[in-house]
T-cell receptor, first 108, second 112 residues
Framework: GQQLNQSPQSMFIQEGEDVSMNCTSSSIFNTWLWYKQDPGEGPVLLIALYKAGELTSNGRLTAQFGITRKDSFLNISASIPSDVGIYFCAGYNNDMRFGAGTRLTVKP | DTAVSQTPKYLVTQMGNDKSIKCEQNLGHDTMYWYKQDSKKFLKIMFSYNNKELIINETVPNRFSPKSPDKAHLNLHINSLELGDSAVYFC???????????FGDGTRLSIL
């Protein structure tokens, strides 16, 4: 099946730093999504991307749908402690596939 | 107010038992899903239903049987529970299969 490779697996950063994570695949996707999961809760949608090349922001978060349709990245600027959590990319092409997640830790 | 709600939140039971997890969404969505999240947090789709009809059935043991009495509900029944079934099970819904999914808070299943 379609595999999504998400990296890095984990990040330990200082409050105020910028963060970047990405997902790549050998398959083309029609939609890329980014979710955040807090402990004890379900994933919550952060950003949805529907067109190749699309760049979308949501507050301090920015995500892009790669031109080749095989990758996407998520940037978080000026991180704060509540950014802690697991970030998942997801790609849709006939069905939704999730990356393995990036676990973000922010040190105050 | 809760958009996608699942019960119970925690389920601890013995190996070999049969259990059910319920899911309801009040978003008016047509499509509902069950996911399994393992201890490494990997999310894997199990089933997808659209308007009460099964759309996706990934390679899941037939001990797992989803049931959708109406498009707002998708329950998951598990027979003869095994140790490897321990995981967090998430229900989700979306307007249709290409729209972003809204997740419930998960059911933490622990098999003793």
């Amino acid at each position: 099946g379609q595999q999504l490779n998400q990296s890095p697996q984990s990040m330990f950063i200082q409050e105020g730093e910028d963060v970047s994570m990405n997902c790549t695949s050998s398959s083309i996707f029609n939609t890329w999504l980014w979710y955040k999961q807090d402990p004890g809760e379900g994933p919550v949608l952060l950003i949805a991307l529907y067109k190749a090349g699309e760049l979308t922001s949501n507050g301090r978060l920015t995500a892009q749908f790669g031109i080749t349709r095989k990758d996407s990245f998520l940037n978080i600027s000026a991180s704060i402690p509540s950014d802690v959590g697991i970030y998942f990319c997801a790609g849709y092409n006939n069905d939704m596939r999730f990356g393995a997640g990036t676990r973000l830790t922010v040190k105050p | 107010d809760t958009a996608v709600s699942q019960t119970p939140k925690y389920l601890v039971t013995q190996m070999g038992n049969d259990k059910s997890i319920k899911c309801e969404q009040n978003l008016g969505h047509d499509t509902m899903y069950w996911y399994k999240q393992d201890s490494k947090k990997f999310l894997k789709i199990m089933f997808s239903y659209n308007n009460k009809e099964l759309i996706i059935n990934e390679t899941v043991p037939n001990r797992f049987s989803p049931k959708s009495p109406d498009k707002a509900h998708l329950n998951l029944h598990i027979n003869s529970l095994e140790l490897g079934d321990s995981a967090v099970y998430f229900c989700a819904s979306s307007q249709d299969s290409i729209q972003p999914q809204h997740f419930g808070d998960g059911t933490r299943l622990s098999i003793l």
